[in-house]
């Protein structure tokens, strides 16, 4: 669906309103010189005037390259795909353009008519996609500079040149290193892992990383197979590793956390989001392939774990074994008497209690859905961590994923982020205290406070909420999917042993990015309707569009 009318566009959705598009600010004008007599501030008549006059000293040719490039590096640095439209909507008419636009995953169509010389260019750009939240929020500076006036359209497009030229700003094995830190952190965080599973998934990380950049670059042929291959992997080690050593691992905490960094989660989130703004033909197409991804993802664990136990065929009997050792038998001479009127014979003999696994259920001793048998006498490095350890792994696991998304590590921005991902994680432990059973709802309570803290920080900064809110967001996806059951398969049977169905992984990310997108939906409504600070809505720097 291509859009013909900017204004229409912006009547419809109000909450994609960019305070440096023009027909808002004429529309606004009257409000906003009120607001600044309010606050004794001088009028300035004429500057929307002066700065048109300035932009149209530019070429035409200029300003439709520069459109094109900042489509490139949104796209190339991850800006939410839902919005992308309406931010080159907004470029193009700050710009004095008329530009239509249509947004394919990777791919943007735009077309620029010129009606007073009855010609119209057509324009496709490309991208590879990425994520890297460092480099959004200079683009992000540029836009508005270019859009404010205070750079030309030319000198914008030489800056998001260099911008996408530039390489990541850490190495190849710094990110192996955040890798391996982000899933080693999390295992205990959301699945419950013990000390030496910490380790291990770390390891895993650690490993995933340095193929995903190394293999992967050398052979593009291995990308098409990258992550159903790793994940097959973990589970094959993460298997191999719970079956020695007396149980000393364990399965579920070491495949869920290792495969953590390729899961789909964003996207799917994505999807969710475009969906709920009517982008039928995106969002439709990012769910099913996100669905099917995380099918593929299931099933690769499922493989690993079975292509173990044909390697080890005494690792399955030694399972079993080991569950019948937890198994109690209690026998108790006695008699059962009705204690009322009814005319039931007494029972009396021999009874037989017996604590056991039933065979219709997943068995509790290899599989908690939140992580393994931990016996009390174990030493420490083989039991959960305390409670008090969450004040400690919280913060780190914020750090570690806004560091592996390309955040600079000295930003004031790093530090907001930390703190929105630790007020992410409290709210979601703290509504799944009070809401059982209900994933979605506690997820749409989490992202509705990271969307408030990221929106009012924004609004007050002039920064974009996009970036800040994003490591809270992400974590809401792994400890969602830990709450519902985790990411392993189950077995089914102690004499057959059957699979959970795949289905049931991408169901669970799909139901946790439903809730979220809920919650940030309501917490850019309740943002961008509540009053703000005089001074900011002078300074016209709401950054509505670059939020989820």
């Known amino acids: 669906m291509v859009r013909n ?29 009120k607001e600044k007599a309010a606050l004794n501030l001088p009028p300035q008549k004429g500057t929307r005037a002066k700065l048109d006059e300035k932009i ?49 995953p990777l791919t ?31 683009t992000h500076r540029v836009y508005k500079d270019v859009v404010g006036g205070e750079i030309g359209a030319d000198e914008g497009v030489q800056r998001l040149r260099k911008l996408l ?18 899933t080693g952190i999390i295992c205990p965080l959301a699945f419950n892992g013990a000390f030496v599973d910490m380790l291990a998934a ?27 291959s790793v994940a097959l992997i973990i589970s094959l080690v993460a298997r191999g590793l719970s079956s020695r050593w007396g149980q000393l691992f364990c399965y579920s905490a070491i495949s869920s956390a290792g495969i953590i960094l390729i899961l ?42 079975d292509l173990w136990y044909i390697i080890d065929s005494e690792g399955r009997k030694n399972r079993e074994i080991a569950a019948q050792g937890f198994e109690r038998f209690e026998f108790t001479h006695g008699s059962f008497v009705s204690d009322n009127l009814t005319t039931v014979e007494a029972l009396t003999g021999l009874f037989t209690f017996a604590n056991q696994t039933a065979s219709n259920l997943p068995n509790p001793y290899h599989y908690v859905p939140t992580g393994c048998y931990r016996d009390p006498d174990w030493p420490w490095y083989r039991q959960q961590y305390p409670w008090w350890a969450q004040f400690i792994l919280v913060p780190a696991f914020s750090l570690a994923t806004s560091l592996w998304n390309l955040q600079p590590l000295f930003d004031v921005h790093t530090i907001v982020m930390v703190l929105i991902g630790c007020v992410s994680y409290a709210t979601n432990t703290l509504a799944n205290k009070f809401i059982v059973g209900r994933n979605d709802i506690v997820s749409a309570i989490g992202a509705f406070v990271v969307g408030v803290f990221g929106g009012v920080y924004g609004r007050k900064v002039g920064s974009t ?35 959970s169905s795949g289905v049931i992984l991408g169901f669970r990310i799909v139901q946790v990015a439903i809730g979220i997108t809920v919650g940030l939906f309501v917490s850019a409504l309740f943002v961008y309707l509540c009053p703000g600070s005089k001074k900011n809505m002078v300074r016209r720097k709401q950054a509505a569009i670059f939020t989820f």
């Open 5 to 33: 009318d900017t204004t229409f566009t912006l009547v419809d959705a109000p909450e994609d309103l960019d305070y440096h598009d023009p027909h808002v600010a004429e529309a606004n004008d009257q409000r906003i010189e």
């Open 56 to 104: 149209e000293t530019t070429s035409v040719a200029h300003r439709e390259k520069f459109v094109l490039v900042f489509a490139k590096a949104l796209m190339a640095f991850g800006a939410p795909s839902h919005r992308i439209e309406t931010q080159l909507i907004s470029a193009s008419t700050a710009l004095k353009l008329n530009g239509q636009f249509l947004h394919f």
């Open 108 to 138: 943007v169509m735009a077309c620029f008519n010129e009606p007073d010389e009855g010609r119209s260019r057509n324009h496709t750009v490309k991208s590879a996609g990425g994520f890297a939240l460092g480099q959004l929020s200079k």
């Open 165 to 182: 030229k530039e390489p990541p700003i850490y190495g190849t094995y710094t990110r192996c290193v955040i890798a391996a830190l982000c």
């Open 202 to 228: 770390a390891a895993s990380g650690f490993a995933m990383c340095w193929l995903q950049l190394v293999a992967v670059e050398k052979s593009p042929l291995y990308g098409n197979i990258f992550e159903i």
């Open 264 to 305: 789909p989660g964003y996207f799917i989130l994505c999807g969710a989001l475009e969906l709920a703004s009517k982008k039928i033909i995106n969002g439709s197409v990012k769910m099913v392939f996100a669905i099917v991804y995380s099918l593929f993802l299931g099933y690769a664990l499922t493989l690993g774990s």
């Open 465 to 499: 909420p996009f970036t800040v809110m994003v490591p809270g967001v992400l974590l809401l996806v792994p400890a969602g999917i830990a709450e519902v059951g985790g990411l392993a398969s189950n077995y089914r049977g102690a004499e057959d042993d059957q699979y």
